[in-house]
């Protein structure tokens, strides 16, 4: 049976001159004991006294005053909401339950009536509340303070009547078997007829005391505030702590750090990015925002021609603007960028940058757009500003963990390397050795050997050594690869004539080794381009390619070199077999050192596994690039790789007034010389 009226509304409609006034929910309290206190001093006998509570804890909270007061009077009426457990109470007063619909739930009344002393408190609670919502859920006891009531409160016995005997109708609507109590109550305390025109006086006193409560409660709610934003500094830090014991991924931080502070400052946007100085533009990857802000994830984000960023990173010092239209102290020339904020609906900004040992990391930027005039407070500030100290030092730790990962994994490049120079030079050099000694052995100790034995003896001995002369040359190769101690005699090259020395070497090396002659085509258009390169090193570069490429094709099989422009500037070379081919998850592990596809020692063809990790030095000092390609066992090897384009390729025919073709033959006899001196 709830009754929608409010006893403020009916005091208000009763009595026009009253005025109403704003209570902060601790002065409420204050004046409640205040006038409960003047009733258990016993001034006043067997006075009426009319309470009624919002919710249940603020009944328990008074509950032994009204055990007190019931002493000293037989007319205490107090009503509250049915959640208060009243049943297991004992009957000292009158205890009276209101429906959860009736506007009572949102009311706060005590009146007190006596022969020498009267007040009122009649108040309602204001629906207005300035508490934001990370404040509701981080600190309940800052939102019950920060709570306001209107309504009035007073001495004057004919408002404190006309206030009695409105909430004594409430009482008897709810509990009739009352009616005989309150009937009593009326003839003892309300006169039949009450003033409707009433000139309030205000008491001196008691409205120095209202300010004062006022003043205190005032002081009492910024300290609340300051607490609030205190607890969430910290609670922002410390899941952000949190996140990076957890975590030494930037990613998952920024997005954490991104979501909270965002949260926290109640901003319209907020994005946190790396960068350094000397990127022109970066990506958005972490962001938080409201509806109504267009998202920036994934979308470029310029840097160099961003005036708010450039100042950030000249100065290492964070950049607060209310608003980008008006003045900026910091006297920045927005003018240009003002079409691009408006697209990104900034209108107040904050820069807060990621700093280690003057060291720029990245940005945390906050953004509030034009329906916001915001002045950043230096609370915002110092809490940004926290937050971006521990963003650097997680970044700071990411990238030494980062660096720790690499020195583990070159030491672990290096311990693998030398258990396969072990194995590998074990078994490359001790087998040719034996058969070196065995050799020499049996031409000392037989003098009668026949001459035919012998040929083979020495052929062995000598094909050995030569087997271990290239193994010692291609170590020797590639330190001085390694340690960047070649000397590039860079020239302009048809690939052709480096095509040509390189088969001519292997053939060479075939009919030396009595090996089986290998089909090799060559695919080099007269239109291709001169490189710019070494053409050592080049022949060098072809020739290991296509020594690998015969080792480990068919023997019907087919080897081809292949050469295309990609552009202007660069040539691609190409040399493929037909053979067993590469997994693709190794097609980069070939590039290593000592890499063997079959195993140190269960290889059926020789080499120490230095080819591949030569050419690669070779090429990459060169300006160029080197992969391997396969679709997989038994399928072949194409190994590329690219080298750059001379910028004119006649020039050193013309230099020397000689035709193109006669230029090409005199470069191949010079390189076929430095070719031929190397070996």
């Not at 004991?33 to 001034?43: P, T």
């Not at 078997?177 to 008691?206: C, E, M, Q, V, Y």
């Not at 230095?610 to 070779?618: E, P, S, V, Y």
Request: glycine fraction near 4%; hydrophobic fraction near 40%; include cysteine.
């Amino acid at each position: 049976m709830g009754n929608s009226a409010s006893i403020v509304e009916e005091m208000f409609e009763a009595l026009p001159s009253l005025r109403a006034q704003m209570y902060f929910k601790t002065s409420l309290t204050a004046l409640s004991h205040a006038m409960e206190d003047q009733v258990l001093a016993g001034s006043e006998q067997s006075p009426l006294i009319i309470a009624s509570f919002q919710q249940e804890r603020f009944y328990r909270q008074e509950a032994h005053r009204y055990t007190r007061i019931s002493d000293l009077s037989d007319q205490v009426y107090v009503l509250s909401a049915k959640d208060t457990q009243f049943s297991e109470t004992e009957d000292h007063y009158e205890k009276i339950h209101f429906d959860s619909d009736d506007a009572l739930t949102q009311e706060w009344h005590l009146v007190v009536i006596g022969d020498r002393y009267t007040a009122a408190l009649i108040c309602r609670e204001h629906p207005r509340q300035e508490i934001t919502p990370s404040s509701q859920q981080g600190n309940a006891l800052h939102l019950d303070q920060t709570r306001r009531f209107e309504g009035i409160w007073t001495l004057n016995k004919q408002v404190s009547l006309r206030a009695a005997s409105l909430l004594l109708a409430r009482i008897e609507a709810y509990r009739p078997d009352l009616a005989s109590k309150i009937g009593i109550a009326r003839d003892r305390f309300i006169p039949k007829t009450l003033k409707n025109d009433l000139t309030i006086d205000p008491d001196p006193f008691a409205q120095r005391l209202i300010t004062y409560l006022q003043a205190g409660q005032y002081k009492q709610l910024k300290a609340y505030r300051a607490i609030a934003l205190q607890e969430q500094r910290e609670r922002l830090i410390n899941s952000i702590t949190a996140a990076i014991r957890q975590s030494l991924n930037p990613a998952e931080i920024f997005a954490i750090a991104s979501e909270e502070l965002g949260r926290v400052l109640n901003v319209g946007r907020c994005i946190i990015y790396r960068c350094t100085p000397q990127d022109a533009d970066i990506t958005i990857a972490h962001e938080y925002r409201q509806a109504h802000f267009n998202s920036l994830e994934g979308t470029p984000w310029p840097l160099k021609h961003n005036p708010l960023y450039q100042w950030v990173k000249a100065n290492y010092s964070t950049l607060a603007i209310d608003n980008v239209s008006g003045e900026i102290e910091q006297d920045i020339d927005l003018s240009a960028a003002l079409t691009r904020l408006q697209r990104w609906q900034i209108q107040s900004c904050l820069l807060v940058p990621l700093v280690h040992k003057q060291r720029l990391l990245g940005m945390v930027e906050l953004h509030l757009d034009g329906d916001r005039h915001h002045h950043w407070s230096d609370d915002e500030v110092a809490l940004s500003e926290a937050i971006a100290n521990q963003l650097s030092v997680a970044l700071i730790q990411a990238e030494a963990y980062a660096n720790l990962e690499d020195l583990n994994n070159q030491l672990a490049d290096l311990e693998r390397t030398r258990s396969n120079l072990i194995a590998i030079t074990g078994h490359e050099l001790r087998t040719p050795l034996s058969t070196i000694r065995v050799c020499l052995e049996s031409l000392l100790s037989e003098p009668d050997m026949p001459d035919e034995l012998r040929q083979v003896m020495l052929d062995t001995a000598l094909t050995d050594a030569e087997r271990m002369r290239k193994l010692v040359q291609d170590f020797l190769t590639l330190s001085r690869l390694e340690s960047r101690r070649v000397e590039w005699n860079l020239e302009s090259l048809p690939l052709q004539e480096c095509a040509d020395l390189a088969l001519s070497s292997l053939r060479w090396q075939n009919a030396a080794n009595a090996a089986p002659a290998m089909s090799i085509e060559t695919d080099l258009p007269e239109t291709l381009p001169f490189v710019r390169a070494d053409g050592e090193w080049i022949v060098e570069v072809l020739s290991k390619l296509l020594d690998n490429a015969c080792k480990f094709n068919e023997a019907n099989g087919q080897v081809t070199i292949s050469a295309r422009s990609l552009d202007s500037k660069t040539v691609e070379v190409m040399v493929a077999d037909e053979g067993r081919g590469i997994e693709s998850d190794r097609l980069k592990t070939v590039f290593e050192r000592f890499y063997q596809e079959e195993g140190a020692l269960r290889r059926s063809v020789g080499g120490v596994g230095l080819g591949l990790a030569i050419c690669q030095q070779i090429i990459e000092g060169l300006n160029g690039k080197i992969w391997a390609t396969s679709e997989g066992k038994n399928k072949g090897t194409q190994i590329h790789f690219t080298l750059p384009a001379a910028e004119d390729t006649g020039r050193y025919a013309k230099a020397k007034q000689l035709p193109t073709g006669q230029t090409a033959k005199a470069k191949q006899t010079k390189t076929k010389a430095k070719v031929a001196k190397r070996r």
